[in-house]
Structures are given as C-alpha cells and as structure tokens.
C-alpha cells in the first residue's frame, strides 16, 4: 500500500509542483523575447527528459541481455567440460557407479544444480531492471530538492514560515515515495539503502547552503535564475513522470500478474492509498 501511495505523491509533485513552475518560469517577463516567443519550453525539456531515461533504460535492458548471453554460454561451456570430465572419470575407474550414484542421476543431479544457476540470473535481472527506475526516480527528487532549498533561503520573512511548514509536509511525502521504492529494491545489506536515503535527506539542506552562500548576489528575479529554475523544473517533471507511468504504475499494476489476481478489497485500497498521495501533494501546491 505504501508503495501506491507514493506513486500517487511522485505523479501530483510532477503534475502540481515541478511542470506547473517550469511553465510559468519560462513565461517570466524576465526572459529573453527568445524565450517568451514559443510559450511550450517547458513541455519541451520535460519531453527530453523522457526521451532521455527511454534511452538510458533502452540501454540498461540491453546491458542486463549482454550479460544473460554470456552467462548461458559460460554455463554451456561448463556444462561441457563437466560432462567430459565424468565420462573420462567413468572409462578409468567404475567406483563411481559401484558406491551409490548411476551415470543418470548425476547428470541429474547436475541438470539440478544449473537450474538453479538460471533463477538467480533471472532474478538478478528483475532486480537490475528495478534498480535502474529507483535510481532515475532519485535523480527526479534530488534535482528538485535542491531547487526547493534554494528557493526556501531566498524566501522574504514575510512567506518563509508559510513556505518552511508546507516543504516539510512535501519532502516527507516524497521521502515516504522514495523509501517505498527503495526497500522494493530488497538489496543485501544495509550500506547502499542508506547511502541512497542520506543522499534525499542532505540535498535539500545542501541547496539551502548554495542559497545563503549566494544570497547577497542572488536576484531570484534575474534571467538566469528564472532560466536555471524553469529548465530544472521541466527536467525533474519529465524524470519523474516517467518514472511512475512507466517504471511504477506499469510495472506495478497494468504488467503485474499478481496484481491482477489480488482480491477486489486489495486493488480498492492500492488505488484509494494512490488517489490519497496525488490528492495531498495536490493540496500542498496552494502553499509550496
């Protein structure tokens, strides 16, 4: 269920927060006349983004078949020597046959063993190809989350509490998202889990370090803080919308068997727990 939610929180920061922003930035007054001549920048880079992760997933899939290929010939390989191995041990000596195991079932026995050998491959493939969404949904948040710390050091008296309470409630939603994704991963040990969650938890302070450090030259209405801002925002819309039409909700839901065969009870409260996520972070757009 937490998973759902989160899919629904990832979904409405795109949606509400990310591509929203980008779209007015680039439609600042601010801005170059070669900017505000075509009023779609924004659906542009998100668009690039898209394209890009279809490209670089394209590309994890093909490395994950490499390696299956050449698994299977080394397991052939093997398979081989083995099998020359036994025959030859069989032609010198028949003290094999005589004290317990017949020629059948250790090629039995052995046939066994490999195929245990293809369902961890197998496996570790379906965990390459969820590594490889968590990570880019990562990318997503990070990006956004050192916007939003600059933002929040550059912010007047005036709105910052406002602003301060409304990120808090956003970045642990979206920590929630995020966690859901990663303890998915099932990765042995604990060292990688908290590498990825301390890397969420320090961008944001990180850019609040960048906003103070610039703060006394820093003109949040200047061309190219706008352009920067826009830009980054379109970018991290496109990654995570990819990431949860694609890598979550496709992947969790329309290409699940076991989704399709849960009780009617468990679908209801997976999407209920999805809307509830959208619907929150949908609400927190009034205010950050």
């Given at each position: 269920?937490?998973?759902?939610?989160?899919?629904?929180?990832?979904?409405?920061?795109?949606?509400?927060?990310m591509l929203p922003d980008g779209l007015e930035n680039f439609s600042s007054p601010c801005l170059s006349e070669g900017w505000q001549s075509y009023g779609a920048y924004g659906g542009?880079?998100?668009?690039?983004?898209?394209?890009?992760?279809?490209?670089?997933?394209?590309?994890?899939?093909?490395?994950?078949?490499?390696?299956?290929?050449?698994?299977?010939a080394e397991n052939m390989s093997m398979d081989i020597e083995k099998t020359h191995e036994s025959n030859t041990s069989l032609d010198t000596s028949s003290t094999d046959t005589t004290?317990?195991?017949?020629?059948?079932?250790?090629?039995?026995?052995?046939?066994?063993?490999?195929?245990?050998?293809?369902?961890?491959?197998?496996?570790?493939?379906?965990?390459?190809?969820?590594?490889?969404?968590?990570?880019?949904?990562?990318?997503?948040?990070?990006?956004?989350?050192?916007?939003?710390?600059?933002?929040?050091?550059?912010?007047?008296?005036?709105?910052?509490?406002?602003?301060?309470?409304?990120?808090?409630?956003?970045?642990?939603?979206?920590?929630?998202?995020?966690?859901?994704?990663?303890?998915?991963?099932?990765?042995?040990?604990?060292?990688?889990?908290?590498?990825?969650?301390?890397?969420?938890?320090?961008?944001?302070?990180?850019?609040?370090?960048?906003?103070?450090?610039i703060h006394s030259s820093f003109n949040p209405n200047s061309s190219s803080a706008i352009l920067a801002s826009a830009i980054l925002d379109s970018l991290s819309a496109g990654v995570?919308?990819?990431?949860?039409?694609?890598?979550?909700?496709?992947?969790?839901?329309?290409?699940?068997?076991?989704?399709?065969?849960?009780?009617?009870?468990?679908?209801?409260?997976?999407?209920?727990?999805?809307?509830?996520?959208?619907?929150?972070?949908?609400?927190?757009?009034?205010?950050?």
């Amino acid at each position: 269920m937490g998973k759902f939610f989160g899919t629904g929180v990832i979904l409405a920061t795109a949606f509400v927060h990310m591509l929203p922003d980008g779209l007015e930035n680039f439609s600042s007054p601010c801005l170059s006349e070669g900017w505000q001549s075509y009023g779609a920048y924004g659906g542009v880079f998100c668009m690039i983004s898209s394209f890009a992760l279809q490209l670089i997933e394209l590309a994890a899939v093909s490395n994950v078949e490499k390696i299956r290929a050449r698994k299977a010939a080394e397991n052939m390989s093997m398979d081989i020597e083995k099998t020359h191995e036994s025959n030859t041990s069989l032609d010198t000596s028949s003290t094999d046959t005589t004290a317990g195991n017949s020629p059948i079932e250790q090629a039995a026995c052995h046939d066994h063993g490999h195929e245990h050998v293809h369902s961890a491959g197998l496996l570790e493939d379906a965990n390459a190809f969820k590594h490889v969404g968590t990570l880019v949904l990562e990318l997503g948040i990070v990006m956004h989350s050192i916007i939003i710390g600059i933002t929040l050091s550059n912010t007047s008296n005036d709105g910052f509490v406002t602003l301060l309470i409304a990120l808090v409630f956003h970045q642990f939603f979206e920590g929630v998202a995020l966690g859901t994704r990663i303890n998915d991963m099932n990765i042995k040990g604990w060292q990688r889990p908290t590498l990825m969650g301390l890397l969420f938890i320090i961008m944001t302070p990180i850019g609040c370090a960048i906003g103070i450090g610039i703060h006394s030259s820093f003109n949040p209405n200047s061309s190219s803080a706008i352009l920067a801002s826009a830009i980054l925002d379109s970018l991290s819309a496109g990654v995570l919308l990819y990431s949860a039409y694609i890598s979550l909700m496709g992947q969790e839901i329309n290409h699940n068997p076991n989704f399709h065969k849960a009780a009617f009870s468990r679908k209801f409260v997976c999407f209920i727990s999805m809307y509830c996520g959208a619907a929150l972070m949908a609400i927190l757009g009034k205010w950050a």
